[in-house]
């Protein structure tokens, strides 16, 4: 069976191909944006990969299926002759219920932060337990090498995202999952170019919570409030909850936490599970983590093995990701692009390296809903932990960064080009001696920026 998938190269559906090549199906497709890590596991895959959404020769000779991707829009050429042929159209979620899911216990995480990281947390759990699961991951990670894989077991690890599932189907992705196991890990506003308000999330959420079966478990924060507001419109699950207050008796949580993050003891209703030492930093990754190891024990996985899988835990690529070192300065790419995510990566750091060291943070603001201006006020305050803040202005960007920037307080600036600000960049570093931290955040390319810096450094010093 031959599948084309019309946007190949985004982490969703280029797990897809993965997925489908493992059962034996023929795989191409096409993308407008073609980058790593996604593009480089393909390309390892032997897959064919045309480049836009022009050339309608891509779809000869006929596939059995196209798989539409959720950027995809009426009148781009392929898409209206896969219709005027009257191919067989899937999307994405809907070619993984048909395929994958079925008769498979799922385990999905949800929520608008954390949800590749803890997602790859849970299925190196289940690896480690033996339970070899299944998995659907938005990014590399990196104990695995590959997004995703069928697994050899009824347990399958999903990634749940709340996009919307294609251009003909507007339901959230994550309708389709009809998970077992769910873990909501946050729920906030993003995603401005489909949904109106904060209302519209939650509702999409109750209809995921409303697929989970009564012996089902759904995991949640237990300070979340948004997400303790859908819970209370309907549930008819197992819940446990996950939090950081150490004297909670009542769900997971931890004691003894170093303030980086990089140990705590695990607790569950009161009683100790063992102490986790890993190289993962900040608050949000040892929620991540209680969230997972509670999701790994609905399915019969003792917390210690759990404890013990995630101190062997390697964090997904660009997740805080060290890229090298020049001297005295240490690069990072990093994928956050919401206000909340850029805030506690940039915490996690600080909390590391202490007070002293200098952290400059480079923001490409690149998603739609950064585009669109929301998020301005608590974009300018979510830098506060770094000493110096660069960001990327992309001439489809109308409202002002520059203003935006200014009553952020830092130093640095705003750059329309991506020369100019590697350019600034590298000026009055080539004799530096104080310790910096340079981090790179975009949720997109970003020009290969970070590299290229790296490489230009170390001729520099």
């Known amino acids: 069976m031959h599948i084309h998938i019309l946007g190949i190269c985004g982490t969703f559906m280029g797990s897809l191909a993965v997925l ?44 059995d299926y196209v798989v539409i991707g959720n950027a995809m829009s009426r009148g781009k050429p392929v898409v209206e002759a896969a219709l005027n042929q009257n191919l067989p159209i899937l999307s994405g979620p809907g070619w993984f219920a048909r395929f994958v899911r079925t008769g498979r216990h799922v385990l999905a995480v949800s929520g608008t932060h954390g949800k590749t990281t803890t997602t790859s947390m849970l299925a190196w759990i289940l690896e480690c337990a033996g339970l070899k699961p299944g998995f659907l991951i938005g990014g590399v990670p990196t104990n695995f090498g590959v997004s995703a894989r069928l697994g050899e077991s009824q347990y399958f690890v999903i990634e749940a995202d709340e996009y919307d599932t294609a251009f003909f189907d507007k339901r959230s992705k994550f309708i389709h999952y009809r998970p077992r196991t769910l873990i909501i890990n946050n729920i906030e ?4 170019d489909i949904f109106p308000d904060l209302a519209a999330i939650e509702q999409q959420f109750h209809h995921l919570v409303r697929t989970v079966p009564g012996e089902g478990l759904i995991v949640s924060p237990k300070s979340d409030p948004v997400v303790k507001h859908v819970l209370e419109k309907g549930c008819w699950s197992h819940q446990v909850c996950f939090g950081v207050d150490p004297n909670d008796t009542t769900g997971w949580t931890v004691r003894n936490a170093i303030p980086d993050g990089s ?44 404890i013990d899988a995630l101190s062997s835990f390697k964090n997904v690529k660009r997740r805080l990701e060290n890229k090298g ?14 206000p909340t995510a850029i805030q506690m990566t940039l915490a996690g750091l600080r909390a590391k390296v202490g007070e002293t060291a200098k952290i400059t943070a480079v923001l490409d603001i690149r998603s739609n809903t950064m585009k669109m201006g929301h998020h301005q006020t608590s974009l300018s305050a979510s830098v506060c932990d770094a000493n110096e803040v660069y960001f990327f202005q992309s001439p489809d960007i109308s409202w002002d960064v520059q203003k935006m920037w200014k009553e952020s307080g830092k130093p640095g600036g705003v750059y329309q080009n ?20 340079i981090v790179f955040m975009s949720n997109g390319g970003f020009g290969n920026i970070q590299t290229t810096f790296l490489e230009k450094l170390n001729i520099l010093i």
């Open 325 to 338: 070192s020049v001297g005295e300065i240490t690069v990072y790419d990093d994928f956050a692009h919401h």
């Open 418 to 437: 991506t020369d100019l600000l590697l350019d600034e960049l590298l000026k009055n570093r080539s004799h530096t001696k104080n310790t910096e931290h």
């Open 20 to 63: 489908a090549r493992e059962l034996g199906f023929e795989v191409t497709g096409s993308d407008q944006n073609v980058y790593p890590p996604m593009s480089t596991q393909l390309e390892k895959l032997g897959i064919k990969i045309f480049q836009g959404y022009d050339d309608i020769t891509q779809l000869n000779p006929k596939p």
């Open 189 to 192: 506003f993003d995603h401005a």
């Open 263 to 306: 140990q705590f003891e695990v607790c569950f209703k009161g009683k100790s599970y063992g102490t986790l030492k890993w190289g993962l930093l900040g608050q949000h990754n040892v929620q991540n983590a209680l969230a997972a190891i509670a999701a790994a024990h609905h399915v019969g996985v003792d917390p210690a093995v759990a």
